[in-house]
């Protein structure tokens, strides 16, 4: 895979919770070849553990990699 310019879109930073834990979610921007890419990303800390919770796609398949992440977050539990 030959990634090139992938960086954290700063306004897309944001404090959140999921499961109850603190988390931090970000979109990353970044070209794959030609294709405009973009990366979903949420880490989720906790006192007994960690998780990450990510997904890559084109850039006009990001908008339901987004949405499904989202359901999948929405049921997790992290101790």
Avoid: C, H, I
Wanted: cysteine-free.
């Amino acid at each position: 895979m030959d990634v090139e310019g992938w960086a954290v879109r700063g306004s897309s930073v944001q404090n959140r919770s999921v499961g109850g834990q603190q988390a931090l979610s970000a979109v990353a921007d970044y070209r794959e070849g030609s294709k405009e890419m973009r990366e979903y990303l949420t880490w989720v800390r906790s006192t007994k553990g960690r998780a990450l919770f990510f997904g890559r796609a084109s850039a006009e398949d990001f908008p339901a990699l987004q949405a499904g992440l989202e359901k999948v977050m929405a049921t997790a539990m992290v101790p």
